[in-house]
């Protein structure tokens, strides 16, 4: 099965608890854009063609935007995004982000390219993609993915910016742009918010807090594993840390540590940033251990917090964590949840656990383009921003539980009915209000 086949069967299994019409579930497995063109740009010094593609899964209204990652990573497909994006409306729809997802990316390696061909291929992608009426602040708005940042997404801002004069809300284009410490005039400039960074570990925290003692405890100082040490990886791995957990075992794309004693994130993270490239490969104070013999050392939670479809059929047997907290998208696929289902090994979803991402970017894109909901913070503060952001991860997660008992279903097929069961809301009742005042 590929993934979009995964999501595809989640889909109908919420739809028909929910006992949703034929055409409803039919336009729900439908696209509304799959886009996919060559694009020239120099890379390593060398003119290439780089496949670019984006996928628009569906909005509940026809004048709802659609919001979803831009990722620069090799191997990037039409096809692997599909899955994406249709799991992008879910997480959105979670929360009542007024959005369709949509995910897309180039296939390329940025680490072969230099600043000045980054920032080049950065703004030749808005010209294509404006081009085709594909990128736009009420249109289409990528946020950053594997192999993309905030410098990346203030370029294209500022293209897009130069290219639309008379356009108003244009910094509204793409979100998570960068911020700068103590200065709010700049930020203003620049358009990002505070938070935004750290936002997605913070979620995958406030997540499992809210799902503790609910569906699974834990004695005084739980253990942690995380697989991926990136941005989502390492601000959970500190959000844990501050919680009282124990990090006992860390991984990237280069290697794995363990250490049963504990390992210091701070001091782990000061490491990774003086090692080139950054890794957590070769750390003194822990073991080095093979990455997927981690996967399978026991624990109190387990983090996939990198890509897709890390735990499967062939290992998930062999998991000895009691919890698994998705930090990544589908790092798990279906045949693995229904052997940890029987195991009763409590798998937090994903589309639950780190939407807090999207949140944060919504109060971003809510403050560029000047929305009027209530649940967008007024100040660009951190900690107002967690703060407003924790209390939608709070109700979503309060939702989601009462499903799981309601329906007597798992976590993440119970997101999902919360999720249609919102979007059905949108589509049908609240939503024609609701956009007029967002949108006019």
């Known amino acids: 099965m590929t993934a979009w086949d995964n999501v595809k069967d989640r889909y109908v299994k919420a739809a028909s608890i929910l006992r949703l019409e034929d055409e409803i579930i039919s336009e729900l497995l439908g696209f509304k854009q799959r886009l996919s063109f060559d694009m020239m740009a120099q890379v390593n010094g060398k003119m290439e063609s780089l496949k670019v593609v984006r996928v628009r899964h569906r909005a509940p209204l026809k004048k709802m935007a659609y919001k979803g990652g831009l990722r620069f990573l090799k191997g990037t497909t039409l096809s692997s995004m599909e899955s994406h994006a249709a799991e992008m409306s879910v997480k959105c729809w979670i929360h009542e982000l007024p959005y369709g997802g949509a995910k897309g990316g180039v296939d390329l390696d940025p680490r072969q390219c230099s600043p000045k061909e980054l920032e080049a291929i950065s703004k030749k ?81 406030r997540t499992l807090s809210a799902f503790r003692n609910k569906l699974f405890s834990f004695g005084e100082t739980p253990t942690m594993i995380i697989q991926g040490f990136g941005n989502v990886g390492s601000h959970t791995a500190k959000f844990a840390e501050q919680e009282g957990f124990r990090i006992i075992g860390v991984s990237d794309e280069f290697g794995a540590i363990h250490n049963s004693m504990g390992i210091s994130v701070a001091d782990l993270e000061a490491y990774c ?62 045949e693995a949840d229904e052997i940890l289902e029987d195991r009763r090994i409590v798998v937090v979803p994903d ?90």
């Open 125 to 205: 992608l808005v010209d294509e993609l404006d081009e085709r009426v594909a990128i736009g602040p009420a249109l289409d708005v990528p946020a950053p993915d594997v192999g993309t940042n905030a410098t990346i997404m203030f370029w294209m801002a500022e293209h897009y910016s130069f290219k639309h004069p008379r356009e108003f809300f244009t910094h509204g284009v793409v979100t998570g742009k960068p911020v700068v410490s103590g200065n709010e005039s700049i930020n203003r400039y620049l358009g990002g918010i505070h938070g935004r960074k750290e936002a997605t570990g913070f979620g995958v925290m």
């Open 273 to 334: 940033s003086a090692s080139k490239p950054r890794s957590v490969v070769g750390y003194p104070r822990a073991e080095a251990v093979d990455k997927e013999e981690l996967l399978e050392m026991p624990c109190d939670v387990l983090v996939p917090a990198a890509l897709e479809e890390v735990i499967t059929k062939d290992n998930a047997a062999a998991i000895r964590a009691k919890v698994i907290l998705e930090g990544a998208n589908g790092p798990t696929t279906p």
């Open 351 to 440: 589309i639950l656990a780190n939407s807090c991402g999207v949140t944060v970017s919504y109060f971003e894109w809510g403050r560029n383009t000047d929305q009027s909901d209530p649940r967008i913070p007024m100040e660009n503060d951190a900690g107002k921003v967690l703060m407003a952001a924790g209390t939608m991860m709070d109700e979503a997660s309060a939702a989601v539980l009462r499903r799981v008992e309601k329906y007597k279903i798992a976590p993440r097929l119970a997101a999902y009915v919360f999720a249609l069961e919102k979007a059905e809301l949108l589509r049908v009742r609240r939503m024609p209000e609701y956009a007029m005042k967002l949108f006019g």
